[in-house]
């Protein structure tokens, strides 16, 4: 049952209110919408939509940016989160255990970063619909940036399979972040100038060992953030994917807790070490900045070289 945490700061009557915001956060974002209006290209007669960001909005700000982040808890969700809240945007997550996110929302809180939250599993409809419910009187029906960041894994061949494995599997990883963009969709168009970034993996792009089902969550992933860039560019909202290697985060714990596994890793890897969170986050975090408003469609990799080695043996 999803649940809204104290907004610590953000309710209504709070002078941190999304409503109020503090007046250097009153550029940028919000006012993307009216500024693209003034805005006329002059350069050539062909009829275009116009820039819209105008050389005097800070490209490198998220002042003003309202953003939901699901599984902000741990891992790379917990670094988008502080990633977007340290560029100055007001940041709602979600995450299964409330202690943890608790604990989470008080450190935030200390850091002076404006963030919310809410227990949802995003892998059930209901759920979904609630948390997307709070978002919006969060912050008032705008919504600048969907991060899509939850997923999982079983790791087994194919053939091994059962069918609720693969059901569970699809619709933590692919159904979730569909119907999640689905629900965002009138938030995001409503605030003029939206962004959505979806947490891939190298797993859709080339075939690792025990992750047929994964790749293939992942490869539906890469494409719809294909599909979204071009059905909602008339809308000003961008889609776009990152697609990491091995970060080192507590969903890998595990399977990297192997030595020689964890070799045979560093060995694949042309900058020879798994990620931090933070190397992802940060692509993340441009992605949705008004720096990268003509990238759209893009699955970018967070890999150290892995996905584009061909044969580098280290010994010769
Ligand atoms: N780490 C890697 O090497 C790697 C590589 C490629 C791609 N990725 C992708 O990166 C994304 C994040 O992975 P991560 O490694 O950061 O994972 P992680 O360390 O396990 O963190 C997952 C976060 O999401 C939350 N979460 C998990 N399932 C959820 C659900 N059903 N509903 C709501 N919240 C949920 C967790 O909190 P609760 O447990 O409290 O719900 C936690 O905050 C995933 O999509 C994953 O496929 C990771």
């Given at each position: 049952m999803s649940a809204s945490r104290s907004l610590l700061g953000l309710?209504?009557?709070?002078?941190?209110s999304p409503v109020g915001l503090p007046r250097e956060n009153a550029h940028g974002f919000q006012s993307l919408k009216s500024a693209s209006l003034r805005f006329s290209p002059t350069l050539c007669s062909i009829k275009s939509v116009p820039h819209?960001?105008?050389?005097?909005?800070?490209?490198?700000s998220l002042g003003g940016a309202t953003a939901l982040v699901t599984g902000?808890?741990?891992?790379i969700g917990r670094a988008v989160v502080a990633e977007l809240a340290g560029l100055g945007a007001t940041v709602h997550t979600c995450a299964r255990n409330g202690t943890e996110l608790d604990k989470c929302l008080r450190g935030w809180e200390e850091e002076g970063f404006r963030v919310s939250g809410s227990v949802c599993d995003v892998s059930f409809r209901d759920q979904r619909e609630e948390l997307v419910d709070t978002v919006s009187s969060v912050f008032n029906g705008n919504l600048n940036i969907l991060i899509n960041n939850v997923g999982t894994n079983i790791r087994k061949p194919?053939?091994?399979?059962t069918s609720e494995e693969f059901a569970k599997l699809f619709a933590t990883n692919f159904e979730s972040v569909f119907h999640m963009s689905q629900l965002a969709y009138p938030l995001l168009k409503a605030s003029g100038a939206g962004s959505v970034v979806f947490t891939s993996s190298v797993s859709g792009f080339v075939s690792l060992k025990s992750m047929s089902v994964h790749g293939a969550t992942k490869g539906a992933i890469n494409q719809l953030t294909k599909n979204l860039a071009c059905e909602w560019a008339e809308d000003n909202i961008r889609s776009n994917a990152v697609a990491p290697w091995y970060i080192r985060t507590s969903m890998v714990e595990q399977v990297l807790s192997n030595k020689e596994y964890l070799e045979e890793v560093y060995s694949r890897t042309p900058l020879g070490r798994l990620g931090d969170p933070t190397e992802v986050s940060s692509l993340v975090a441009f992605l949705c900045?008004?720096?990268?408003?003509?990238?759209?469609g893009q699955i970018i990799c967070v890999d150290g070289g892995m996905s584009i080695n061909g044969f580098y043996p280290r010994h010769d």
């Open positions: 309710g209504p009557s709070s002078p941190h819209p960001n105008p050389p005097s909005i800070n490209r490198w902000g808890t741990r891992g194919m053939v091994e399979f900045l008004p720096a990268s408003s003509y990238i759209t």
